[in-house]
């Protein structure tokens, strides 16, 4: 005997045009697998994080070191940390062009079709490169241990300072994957992220300290959210302190992601 399956008639379904924001996660970690599934099978989009590392920690070292410090061992303290922070969120500029690329691509054209959250495609690509940041960032300090750098603060503290930079370059991905989504090409994409970028990393206190600048200068130097999350890495790592700096760096990180996530999904929603 065959047994016949009702179907209801669209007028009587309840559709939702919305989702939870358990299934925004959910959606978004899968999203996220896929992009370490592209990481896997094309590893050489790691060679920037696993050379530029090496590259900047030697040449900023034993080029500035002698002049601003005296010496290469007295200036690791004050390098190491900025090279970190500048060479991680340098690292986030590729997510907006490889997000450009996809789109152009029609990758995202797909994901839109699907009963997926809206967010968790460009959510899940921004989770995916956090792998990138973490990274730049073993590969950073592991240089500076090499080089003779001994943070005073002791393992836990620079474990914290590392996740405390992984976290705040994702939150900075964002304003990256923003002009990904509203640009029309990758390489636009690069220019206009590393014109925002260079003045915010090298207008900081991440080579030199603020005071040996002119005091016009400074103002700047003191405001730049780099110069914060520089300080907050060189008191964690070095002093084992969790001072102001990295609260301001959080607070900052999180008031990005809740002005760019939106702008960033709305962009992408109307042109994708």
Request: net charge positive.
């Amino acid at each position: 005997m065959t047994t016949l399956s009702v179907i209801t008639p669209p007028s009587e379904r309840r559709l939702k045009n919305h989702v939870s924001l358990t299934q925004s996660v959910a959606h978004s970690l899968t999203m996220a697998y896929r992009g370490v599934l592209k990481i896997k099978r094309t590893p050489e989009q790691l060679f920037d994080v696993t050379l530029q590392p090496i590259i900047f920690t030697l040449m900023f070292t034993y080029i500035f070191g002698g002049a601003i410090a005296g010496s290469v061992d007295a200036y690791l303290p004050t390098i190491i940390p900025g090279i970190l922070v500048q060479t991680v969120i340098t690292t986030s500029v590729v997510t907006g062009v490889q997000l450009r690329e996809d789109m152009d691509k029609g990758v995202f054209d797909r994901f839109k079709s699907l009963p997926i959250a809206r967010i968790a495609p460009l959510a899940g690509a921004l989770l995916a490169d956090t792998i990138r940041y973490t990274i730049a960032t073993t590969l950073t300090f592991t240089m500076g241990f090499i080089l003779g750098y001994r943070p005073a603060g002791g393992l836990g503290f620079v474990f914290i300072a590392g996740l405390l930079v992984i976290v705040c370059s994702w939150a900075i991905s964002w304003i990256f994957a923003f002009f990904g989504v509203i640009a029309r090409s990758a390489s636009s994409v690069q220019g206009i992220s590393f014109l925002v970028l260079f003045p915010l990393t090298f207008l900081s206190n991440a080579f030199v300290p603020a005071e040996t600048m002119p005091e016009w200068l400074q103002w700047f130097v003191n405001i730049n959210p780099v110069s914060h999350l520089v300080t907050a890495v060189r008191e964690l790592a070095n002093n084992g302190v969790w001072g102001p700096d990295a609260w301001l760096a959080l607070l900052g990180a999180a008031i990005i992601v809740a002005v760019f996530a939106p702008l960033t999904v709305r962009a992408y929603m109307r042109k994708a």
